[in-house]
């Protein structure tokens, strides 16, 4: 009984952030691409891939280390 107890939160946070996928709006794609020298080709990108995330394929996500 007391492993249940210590699971089910685990449990819980799983499979509430499981499903859960956000995209980028308009505003936030245009203001990333604002600064690239090609901004409708950025623009085309980031809505073909906003596409693909809502419509649930994977697309890939280039990390960009953090540089102090």
Same mark, same amino acid.
Do not use: D
């Given at each position: ?12 946070? +799983? ?12 505003n936030? #794609?245009k203001? $990333?691409?604002q600064? *690239? ?8 990108? +980031? ?13 890939? #996500?280039?990390? $960009?280390?953090?540089? *102090?």
């Amino acid at each position: 009984m007391k492993s249940f107890f210590i699971t089910l939160p685990y449990l819980l946070i +799983l499979f509430t952030f499981a499903n859960s996928a956000y995209s980028l709006s308009e505003n936030q #794609i245009k203001e $990333i691409c604002q600064n *690239k020298p090609r901004r409708l080709t950025c623009r085309k990108n +980031l809505k073909f891939k906003k596409l693909n995330l809502l419509q649930g394929y994977q697309i890939e #996500i280039p990390v $960009i280390p953090f540089k *102090k």
